[in-house]
């Protein structure tokens, strides 16, 4: 197993209604990605995380932001959730432009 | 868009037989592939990853080809065992903007019969 840990590890919310995900990156690595898997499929790249700044994102709404903070852990905020967010939230370190990604378990997140 | 996709959803192979999943890919800026396992309930699990100058590597009882000519990845895993059952991904990972983000496909799931 990775040393990324994820929470909660699983979740449930009304539509409209606010959420905040958390992960701990392997020690050592410097930067975040998040992952969004619906079921049935591959795992889509929210944003990106290095030195508590943004690093790119994929194509979601902004109504997804997160943090990074110093020790290099991450949060991910979702607002105005929709049924449509529901999904598998995966996090994902490494070190700052290396390919090798380790994935956290994840966080089940279901809106009804 | 970019993409990467996979030709078969389902696999089910004889416990002891060699699989191959394959996969397609049309970014090719891309300079790093990379096999993910994922088991019920789990994050993916990285397995092997290929160099785009490479078109050929091997790890324990699995290799990986890439054929770049018609963007083209496969992973082949020797001696399956049912402890391999699970779903596929290969990824794409390039440098875009300053920024790793891997671009997944669909997923092909392993079924292994005893």
């Known amino acids: 197993e990775t040393g990324v840990t994820q929470s909660p590890t699983h979740l449930i919310k009304t539509r409209g209604q606010q959420v905040t995900l958390r992960c701990s990156s392997q020690?050592?690595?410097?930067?975040v990605s998040w992952y969004q898997q619906a079921l049935g499929q591959g795992p889509q790249f929210i944003f990106q995380?290095?030195?508590?700044?943004?690093?790119g994102r994929g194509n979601f709404p902004p109504r997804f932001s997160g943090l990074q903070f110093p020790n290099y852990s991450s949060e991910l905020n979702v607002n105005a959730l929709e049924l449509d967010d529901s999904a598998l939230y995966l996090c994902?370190?490494?070190?700052?432009?290396?390919?090798?990604?380790?994935f956290g378990p994840g966080t089940r997140l279901t809106v009804t | 868009g970019e993409s990467v996709g996979l030709h078969l959803p389902t696999l089910s192979v004889q416990e002891g037989d060699n699989s191959i999943i394959n996969c397609a890919y049309s970014?090719?800026?891309?300079?790093?592939f990379i096999w993910y396992k994922q088991e019920s309930g789990k994050g993916p699990q990285f397995i092997i990853d290929i160099r785009s100058n490479m078109d050929k590597r091997q790890g324990q009882r699995v290799t990986v080809l890439l054929n770049k000519t018609v963007k083209h990845l496969s992973l082949q895993i020797a001696a399956t065992q049912p402890g391999d059952s699970a779903v596929y991904f290969c990824?794409?990972?390039?440098?875009?903007?300053?920024?790793?983000?891997?671009?997944f496909g669909s997923g092909t799931r392993l079924q292994v019969q005893p």
């Open positions: 970014n090719s800026a891309s300079d790093y």
């Open positions: 990824a794409e990972n390039g440098m875009d903007t300053g920024r790793r983000a891997l671009t």
């Open positions: 995380y290095y030195r508590e700044e943004e690093n």
């Open positions: 994902a370190s490494s070190l700052a432009g290396g390919h090798e990604q380790y």
């Open positions: 020690s050592g690595h410097n930067t």
